[in-house]
């Protein structure tokens, strides 16, 4: 029994799911999803916020990042984890299924 | 005479402590020794704001202008502002100069009145306009100007005798008896007064504005060319700048390049700069100069057009003049010793490709086109600082950087603190390829750095197949555009009238194509696919890209709403799409419904290729597709089969893009409201289908809406086909203008289903209650074989009836009272 065997596992998965640019195509769907959702309009709102409660002078990204992250990502819809998981999950079982043979 | 008035009146200026007429210096606003120019310029001023036009009904106004006009004509003319000096207004009306209110002003008043004098009637011919550059320098365009042009053009004057005029071919026919015909042309002519040409020179002043810009025109109404027939032409003065040997503008910005000694610039220096109109602005430097260092001054760049107290900003680059010639051993030494820069080695690197370091770090660690190599350095990043890194499956907020220094990796957080405390200036994003700065405390963004940004991110894309992302950067005309429009309240650009209030534009037809005309009115008229297309949401991934519905589709709206362009226009491109890839083939006429349907086909077909190539794991059943016409026309339809025997229920959903109603024979008259309700009642189904469960017979199907679309096609289904005879219903349908669906829907019917849908999510989707409104009707007039299609249309509470190339406005009244046969 290797104990490094599984370790090796998941970085080989990771590592054909960068390389096949399954990465990149998954990112474009949940950004697409999230628009359509008005996620994105959501969170554009809660920066707009953010700016006006600090003031638009000497406001770095992080400020802004950490004052909107918490809601932001509450509320992306199940709809879409859910969607986003099943993609990711089907992913990995064909990439195992392939290595096992 | 003219002697005599001036001494009568100088004795009544002893008698008069005060001048009992109105101080036109004051009403202008200028000193008593105001030369003409800025008499003229501050009139100009004035005259603007104080325009009748402007101020409907405020009498007070009008008097002001009248006062301002006499004023203005007062001490434009050498005289009569010498006599107003002297004797005040009572002496000018004494002079009796009166009438010729007007042509003092004609020379510059051609702009005003044409402007303003209402639309030109396109039946009476004009000569041609005259369009002349006028060439300014950078000093009249900051101070404005007044260039007075000598025009000589040619009138028609009056002559004696009579000429031809509004000559015109007509066709005549004759019969030539034994039922022929000869057809042949005419010229018919008018008789009028007849007119020569004569020479005509006029002085005209064309107003050069301060912070005019190249390219503004300034038009002299009926300056133009003459028409022996009609109105003269305009003439347009358009101002161009020429160029200047010290400043450059660009906007309300000027740009200046100044080189000092290489002494000035590693000490400091002050200097001076003349500026466009002679006052000087100082430049102080205590710092190091380096060659290519910017300087801003505020308020000393061009004066904006609209408000000429505020002005852009002057920018100032500096150059740097090394020393020529020979420096003695001594002079080294003594340099060395001051610069101490002993350690310093050179640097070599590739200036010749911009940013060749930034592009060769995202090509390595951020998008690189060997993925294997970058998840090496990537994955597992830990930030040094905490055990946080981007596959933590907390996923507490990471972004992990890494420094630019000394190659250490860190999470948002951290990373500000690590660059400060080593003192190392910069950090990269490895997600994004952003750059961090110790010294702005953030991500920072460069035009030039986010090109190379891009282009290493769409190499990696197209790398793996995916679409290559563009970003829209404004073009020099754009910024020059925005510069100039900014208005009072700070916003960068104004609104245009949001909602499109023009006339509603016809189609032609081709042959028999009333059909497609109706149904692309309908569309066209649809503010959500308006909207949509306008937008130019569609990137086109279709091969071949010519024969797209949607680009059809997105070109036509484009036209359409082309608020420069009024006049009906050809859908031929779309006529010929629609007919190489569908059955709707030939001149003969077809069915609205059958091409609504076909379109609504095609446009999925389309849209569903193009996400399709965005993702392609994307599940393409067509519930989840996401395209416009599925956004906007699906709705789903559930289809209930209850068995009276077994209880047994079996729910079937479909999708569906319209709803087909039957009319009820026998009827002569009953509202859409009932129709539906027919559509949706149970129905009792014979004995060729069985319960699944029981078998037993006598199922009961029953139709609602599961969900609704955004917007509903009705279809009422007039061509009854009968056994021998096709025959077209005339029962009357009666419709409001608004519709409420809820009744038909699944929720209603059934036992209240909490019905989940897109209604809450996300806040700026409105609410979708079942209430709609009606916004297009398509009539179909005549019988099966040969009939018309015309097509009611409402924009903005105006509707219209189009009758493909003829569109009328039509009081909503009549559209409700249409003896509707809608098809």
């Known amino acids: 029994i290797d104990p490094m065997a599984d370790e090796r596992l998941k970085e080989a998965v990771e590592m054909a799911f960068l390389a096949s640019g399954e990465r990149e195509r998954v990112r474009d769907l949940l950004e697409s999803r999230l628009r359509e959702h008005g996620w994105q309009f959501l969170v554009k709102q809660l920066c707009k916020e953010c700016i006006n409660n600090r003031g638009i002078e000497q406001l770095s990204f992080e400020e802004i990042y950490t004052d909107v992250r918490a809601e932001a990502r509450a509320k992306v819809p199940d709809e879409v984890k859910r969607e986003l998981l099943a993609i990711i999950s089907n992913f990995v079982r064909k990439e195992l299924q392939i290595d096992e043979m | 005479m003219r002697l005599i008035e001036p001494l009568l009146l100088g004795l009544a200026v002893f008698a008069e402590i005060v001048l009992s007429g109105r101080d036109f210096y004051k009403i202008l606003g200028v000193s008593r020794n105001a030369n003409a120019n800025q008499i003229k310029k501050a009139y100009r001023k004035l005259a603007k704001e104080l325009h009748p036009d402007k101020h409907h009904g405020d009498d007070s106004a009008h008097e002001k202008f009248q006062d301002l006009g006499a004023a203005y004509e007062t001490l434009s003319d050498k005289e009569k502002r010498a006599i107003y000096d002297r004797s005040g207004e009572e002496g000018v009306n004494k002079m009796g100069n009166g009438g010729g209110g007007h042509d003092p002003f004609s020379s510059f008043f051609g ?77 018919v002519c008018d008789e009028c007064p007849n007119v020569k040409l004569a020479q005509e020179t006029r002085t005209l002043e064309v107003e050069v504005e301060s912070g005019a810009e190249d390219g503004d025109e300034q038009v002299f109404v009926g300056e133009g060319e003459p028409h022996v027939d009609g109105e003269p032409g305009d003439l347009k003065f358009r101002v161009r700048t020429q160029k200047h040997p010290r400043f450059e503008r660009k906007g309300d910005d000027l740009y200046t390049n100044v080189t000092v000694s290489l ?5 400091g220096f002050s200097m001076e700069i003349d500026h466009l109109d002679g006052h000087k602005v100082q ?6 100069t380096w060659p290519g260092a910017r300087i801003k001054k505020k308020e000393e760049g061009m004066p904006s057009k609209e408000d000429s107290n505020t002005k852009g900003s002057l920018f100032i680059i500096f150059d740097v003049q090394f020393p ?56 597992f990043q830990l930030c040094a600082d905490c055990d946080e890194d981007e596959s933590s499956a907390k996923g507490t907020g990471v972004l992990i950087s890494v420094c630019l220094s000394c190659p250490t990796f860190h999470c948002l957080t951290h990373l500000l603190p690590h660059l400060r405390d080593a003192k190392h200036a910069f950090a990269l994003s490895l997600e994004t390829g952003y750059i961090y700065c110790l010294r702005c405390g953030d991500f920072v963004y460069d035009r030039l750095m986010e090109v190379t940004r891009m282009e290493a991110l769409n190499k990696l894309r197209s790398n793996l197949g995916l679409s290559v992302l563009s970003s829209w950067n404004p073009s020099d005309e754009d910024l020059s555009r ?30 028999n194509t009333c059909f497609m005309n109706c149904i692309l009115q309908s569309l066209l008229h649809s503010p959500s696919l308006r909207d949509f297309f306008l937008s130019h949401h569609h990137r086109c991934n279709n091969v071949p ?64 290729s193009e996400e399709a190539f965005k993702s392609p794991t994307l599940n393409h059943a067509s519930r989840d597709c996401k395209c416009i016409i599925d956004q906007l026309f699906t709705g789903q339809l559930q289809s209930d089969l209850f068995c009276l025997s077994c209880g047994n229920i079996s ?138 299609y015309t097509a009611f249309v409402r924009s903005n509470n105006t509707w219209y009836l189009c009758d493909d ?14 003896s509707r046969r809608r098809m």
């Not at chain 2, 199907?701 to 077209?728: A, G």
């Not at chain 2, 406005?809 to 009272?817: G, I, S």
């Open chain 2, 324 to 379: 020529k010639g020979e420096i003695s051993q001594i002079q080294k030494d003594a340099i060395m010793e001051i610069l101490q820069q002993q350690d310093v080695n050179p640097v070599i690197y590739n200036g010749y490709r911009p940013n060749y370091k930034y592009d060769a770090l995202l090509s390595h660690l951020v998008f690189p086109s060997d993925p294997t190599r970058t998840f090496k350095k990537r994955a």
């Open chain 2, 263 to 267: 002494q000035d610039a590693l000490v």
């Open chain 2, 651 to 788: 729910t079937k959903v479909d999708p569906c893009w319209d709803i087909s109603l039957n009319l009820p024979q026998g009827e002569r008259e009953l509202s859409l409201e009932r129709c539906l309700e027919g559509y949706v009642c149970s129905e009792v189904l014979d004995s060729s289908f069985p319960c699944s469960r029981c078998r037993s017979e006598g199922l009961q199907k029953q139709l609602s809406f599961l969900k609704t679309p955004v917007i509903c096609v009705l279809h009422l289904k007039r061509f009854e086909h009968d056994t021998h005879l096709r025959k077209k219903m005339t029962t009357r349908v009666t419709f409001a203008e608004k519709l409420d669906m809820s009744p038909y829907t699944t929720s209603c019917r059934k036992q209240p289903k909490l019905f989940d849908g897109k209604n809450g999510s996300a806040a700026h989707i409105n609410r979708r209650s079942f209430e709609y409104t009606l916004f297009a009707v398509v009539q179909h007039e005549g019988s099966l074989d040969s009939g018309h």
């Open chain 2, 283 to 288: 430049i102080v430097r205590e710092k190091v």
């Open chain 2, 111 to 187: 702009d005003f009145f044409g402007g303003g004098g209402g639309e030109r009637d396109e039946r009476v011919p004009r000569g041609a306009d005259v369009v002349v550059d006028l060439w300014v320098s950078l000093e009249e365009l900051y101070s404005g100007h007044f260039v007075e042009v000598k025009r000589k053009k040619a009138v028609y004057k009056a002559a004696s005798g009579t000429r031809q005029c509004n000559c015109r071919h007509e066709m005549r026919t004759e019969q030539m008896g034994m039922g022929r015909f000869q057809m042949y042309q005419v010229k």
């Open chain 2, 805 to 818: 190339e003829r569109i009328r406005t039509v009081p909503v009244e009549k559209v409700r009272e249409l």
């Open chain 2, 482 to 511: 925005l510069a100039r429009s900014k208005s009072s309240d700070g916003a960068v650009i104004r609104p245009r009238s949001i909602n499109y209030t023009g006339p509603v534009r016809g189609l032609v037809n081709m042959g």
């Open chain 2, 545 to 608: 890209p010519t024969s797209c519905l949607v680009c059809e589709m997105q070109n036509a709206f484009q036209f359409f709403y082309n608020a420069n362009n009024r006049h009906s226009f050809v859908p031929h491109t779309m006529l010929h799409t629609v007919w190489t890839r569908s059955s709707l083939t030939g001149y003969s006429q077809h069915d609205a419904h059958e091409f609504f349907i076909t379109a609504i086909e095609m446009l999925h077909k389309d849209s569903r």
